[in-house]
Each structure stands twice: as C-alpha cells, then as structure tokens.
C-alpha cells in the first residue's frame, strides 16, 4: 500500500490550502486515514484523523481545519483555513489498511506512511 501526498505551498498568513492523500495498492478496506506534521526540529504530531466512526482534531487546528474522505476515491483531504506561520511543516498522511494475501484468506492489517508534502506560511 503507497500514500502520495500533494497540495503542499507557499501560503501568506490567513490563507488557505487544501491537502490530498490518495492511497493505492492491494488492499480491502480502509480503517482510518491521518494527518501528521511535522516541523523543524520538533517532534511529528497529530493534526487530524478520521475514521468511519468518527473525527478528531488537535486543539490547535480545531475550527480552521476540516479532515475528509472520499471513498471512491481511496483519499483523504484536509482542508486548511486561516493558515497561520505556525503551520509550517511537512504534513504526512498516514493510513490504517486490512488486507488479505492469497491463497491465504486471512484479514491483515498494515499501518503506512506518505512522503510528505511541505506546507509553508510566510507573508
């Protein structure tokens, strides 16, 4: 299973941008889709997620960012308003997948990673 990410820019403060993350490969299902970020020198942390069941946020994005799905589409969006300089960061997707080896009928489950895409904004 492969993660690409794209939409990542160059953004002046207050702007927007809109994040892709479309997985593909040999897979069943899919059990949650992610947004990390990480900046320089700091730690990669949780921006959003989202899962059939639900949706959660970092408290420092809630109410600018929107996570989605698109299902037909195996992707993830995430819609960034009222960017802001502290949102710099290369932004990764991350997925949980099941998925089945044949002959072998059993259900596996694999977590993976993007690349990344880099989110800047500067004015």
């Known amino acids: 299973v492969q993660l690409v990410e794209s939409g990542g820019d160059l953004v002046k403060p207050g702007g927007i941008l809109q994040l892709s993350c479309v997985a593909s490969?040999?897979?069943?299902?899919?059990?949650?889709m992610a947004w990390y970020r990480q900046a320089p020198g700091k730690q990669r942390e949780l921006v959003a997620k989202?899962?059939?069941?639900?949706?959660e946020y970092s408290d420092s994005v809630k109410g600018r960012f929107t996570v989605s799905r698109d299902i037909f589409k195996d992707s993830s969006q995430l819609q960034m308003n009222n960017l802001k300089p502290e949102d710099s960061a290369t932004y990764y997707c991350n997925g949980g997948f099941y998925y089945e080896e044949f002959p072998d009928p059993t259900t596996r489950y694999l977590e993976t990673w993007g690349q990344g895409t880099t989110v800047t904004v500067s004015s």
């Open positions: 490969g040999n897979f069943n299902s899919i059990s949650f």
């Open positions: 989202i899962s059939r069941r639900n949706t």
